[in-house]
């Protein structure tokens, strides 16, 4: 069975200093992972995705993340944090032949001026 | 590039009635899921379609059906509307041509649902 854990509801950062927002996950096979993010009354938009390859995986707004297979996490980070970065954040996992992803609980990042 | 839209954007329904939800994807893309997010219960999976068939299907009761068109619209439909499916109702769409590749989904903002 796949599943994925966002450990932290509450993430609290100043703005400027990075950010990071934890995921691990469980899935059979070689994972897909992705990472999105939700504003007030809005979709989500898609921020970036491993698939395979380099470990550290560039994404949208200046956002990173780290796949660590012996860790299985997948963390999201951000060097410099921007107050328009608060927002809900969530972490994703692909079973394998099947296109629906599964989504941890979310983080809510909030970025204190 | 147009993203994916979602009609209505709120609704407001009784307990008992139906609810049909719209969804057009971006365009070339043929596969077209559903999401249902609640505070409770998290961002749920509720079907895919790819080229008008039902591909995969979550755990939800039968009340919940979907549809596909031959232009990959996508509609969603509830019957018996309870009060536990006020929810945010999403629409993703992907290239998708291979079940279980690495496509990015793409969402749409989402139908609000509430049921009184």
């Known amino acids: 069975a796949q599943s994925v854990a966002q450990p932290e509801d509450q993430v609290n950062v100043a703005e400027g200093n990075p950010l990071t927002v934890k995921c691990t996950y469980s899935?059979?096979?070689?994972?897909?992972l992705f990472w999105y993010v939700q504003y007030p009354n809005r979709g989500l938009q898609f921020l970036l995705k491993?698939?395979?390859?380099?470990?550290l995986v560039k994404g949208s707004y200046g956002f990173e993340a780290e796949f660590n297979k012996s860790q299985t996490s997948f963390h999201l980070k951000k060097p410099s944090a921007l107050v328009s970065d608060s927002a809900l954040y969530f972490c994703?996992?692909?079973?394998?032949?099947?296109?629906?992803?599964?989504f941890g609980t979310g983080t809510r990042l909030t970025v204190i001026p | 590039k147009a993203g994916v839209t979602q009609t209505p954007r709120y609704l407001i329904k009784t307990r008992g009635q139906q609810v049909t939800l719209s969804c057009s994807p971006i365009?070339?893309?043929?596969?077209v899921s559903w999401y249902q997010q609640t505070p409770g219960q998290g961002l749920q999976f509720l079907f895919e379609?790819?080229?008008?068939?039902?591909?995969n299907k979550g755990n939800f009761p039968g009340r919940f059906s979907g549809r596909q068109f031959s232009n990959s619209r996508s509609e969603m439909n509830v019957s018996t509307l309870e009060l536990g499916d006020s929810a945010l109702y999403l629409c993703?769409?992907?290239?998708?041509?291979?079940?279980?590749?690495?496509?990015?989904?793409?969402f749409g903002p989402g139908t609000r649902l509430t049921v009184l």
């Open positions: 993703a769409s992907s290239l998708a041509g291979i079940a279980g590749g690495p496509d990015t989904q793409y």
């Open positions: 379609y790819f080229s008008e068939t039902q591909r």
């Open positions: 994703a996992v692909r079973p394998p032949g099947a296109n629906n992803l599964f």
């Open positions: 365009s070339g893309h043929r596969s």
């Open positions: 491993y698939i395979t390859g380099d470990n």
């Open positions: 899935v059979s096979g070689n994972p897909y």
